[in-house]
């Protein structure tokens, strides 16, 4: 089979924790409760190593599915991709030469990403704003009572 594709996501920022700190919830906190916990993760398309994916036709493809670990400041987060997806964007990904990211989205069980879903988001070049009209000076503007241009009346 194949071997563990692995990355690394960004750390948190410095004084960051992940999880609580105490059993002790304050009374003015409300509690809910949820069915899932939808993670988004984003990586930079440059770190994906498309060489492991199955070219397109190889057979069995359509149905294999590669197993990957993202190393998070929380874990090591497990998900399988669909091989058919992950040939898609390394075909996408060559048209965009300004790179761009991995979205990989599912719902969060443990340490496991549940029904992983994977797209590619490109990076989209800044362009710079139009050049806004320069503003004419206030005595080249017509005062009232006075003609713009245009010819003069020979009275």
Do not use: W
């Not at 990211?101 to 800044?126: C, D, R, S, T, Y």
């Amino acid at each position: 089979m194949h071997d563990d594709i692995s990355f690394t996501a960004s750390t948190l920022p410095e004084g960051y924790q992940v999880g609580p700190e105490a059993d002790e919830v304050p009374s003015n906190v409300v509690n809910l409760t949820a069915k899932n916990l939808k993670a988004t993760i984003a990586i930079d398309v440059a770190a994906i190593p498309f060489n492991k994916v199955p070219k397109k036709g190889t057979p069995g493809s359509k149905s294999m599915a590669l197993p990957f670990h993202v190393k998070t400041p929380a874990g090591v987060i497990r998900m399988n991709l669909k091989v058919t997806t992950l040939q898609k964007i390394a075909e996408t990904r060559l048209n965009h030469p300004d790179g761009g990211f991995f979205v990989i989205q599912g719902n969060l069980v443990g340490h496991f990403l549940e029904e992983a879903g994977v797209a590619f988001m490109p990076k989209v070049p800044k362009t710079p704003p139009p050049p806004t009209p320069a503003a004419q000076p206030a005595s080249a503007q017509p005062q009232q009572g006075e003609q713009e241009t245009g010819a003069q009346d020979p009275a």
